[in-house]
């Protein structure tokens, strides 16, 4: 088992990839509305589950149904014009 040997090719190597920084933490930081990178993110998760929370609020707002299908809206309290 010892005698296993790797033929290694050069210049298969991958550069590493280094992390950028956010630009939204970035920003935040800058402004002054968060300390450090980790506020920044809890903050930036915070406005995206609000986010998902209204677009799911106006998306079943929308879609429940105000009157049945196929029948008509009654308007009582709005006057009738009659043709002249």
Partial sequence: MSDIQFNETPGINRPVMRKKEGGLE?????????????????ILIGVAVLAFALTAMVLMTQM???APSGTDAVYEDVPMQEAE
């Fill in 26 to 42: 970035k920003m935040l930081i800058e402004k002054g509305i968060a300390k450090d990178k980790k506020q920044a993110e809890m």
């Fill in 64 to 66: 429940s149904p105000s």
